[in-house]
């Protein structure tokens, strides 16, 4: 009995092909589930970034106020001027703003292993630059308050008048741990408002990419 080998080949090819090109479908399709999900990770993150941007200036804002008024005390001390001047600025300088920065979208897409998905490096770059920003943030606003508290705040509790807020004496005030603990204060907020500035553009900028992606 003869073959058809041509037959047989032509068939062959049909087979290969179909099964290639049902492979090739499939692929699409789950590239195309991949990326609804980095889609939509990426749009929770977004939210967040507003979120964190919003409240890092918040922060900006309260600790330029707090700035202001140890410029003003230090001033203050530095004339010597009446306690009862010098009093109530130290009672506004107590108050330190921090911010909140939340994570859980980031986490969520770290966690759940859907970052592997994720194909744009610079995309995937920036955002995890981002997300490391704020840890380092983190890090040194801890440093701050335990300056803060050793310091500043510890001087205070001591010596000063806080539920009455009564003026103290002038030495209280002038003492020079008291003054360092004031300027090291100064320094910490400084190099905060920084930092924070430098997060709140990059924290602009992804959204600002974010949205010319749409």
């Known amino acids: ?13 049909l087979i290969v092909f179909s099964i290639l090109l049902a492979f090739n479908l499939e692929r699409c399709a789950s590239e195309r589930r991949e990326q609804r ?13 507003q979120f964190n941007l919003n409240s890092h200036s918040e922060t900006i804002e309260g600790q330029r106020k707090q700035q202001v008024f140890l410029d003003s005390l230090i001033r203050l001390i530095r004339s010597g001027s009446d306690p009862a001047e010098i ?6 300088a107590m108050n330190m703003s921090l911010p909140f920065t939340k994570t859980t979208a980031y986490n969520t897409f770290l966690q759940t292993g859907d970052i592997r998905y994720m194909n744009d490096f610079k995309v995937k770059s920036d955002l995890i630059s981002l997300y490391e920003f704020y840890k380092i943030a983190e890090v040194y606003n801890e440093l701050m308050v335990e300056n803060y508290d050793n310091g500043f705040f510890s001087h205070i509790k001591a010596h000063l008048d806080i539920v009455g807020q009564e003026p103290q004496e002038l030495e209280v005030y002038t003492d020079r741990s008291f003054v360092n603990s004031i300027a090291s204060v100064r320094y910490f907020l400084v190099n905060s408002i920084d930092m ?16 010319s992606a749409k």
């Open 87 to 92: 009093n109530p600025v130290v009672m506004q």
């Open 37 to 49: 999900l980095v889609d939509a990770h990426l749009a929770e993150i977004v939210k967040e970034t």
């Open 196 to 211: 924070l500035e430098n997060d709140r553009e990059r924290m602009q900028a992804f959204i600002d990419q974010r949205e």
């Open 1 to 13: 009995m003869k073959i058809d080998w041509q037959n047989h080949l032509v068939n062959f090819v």
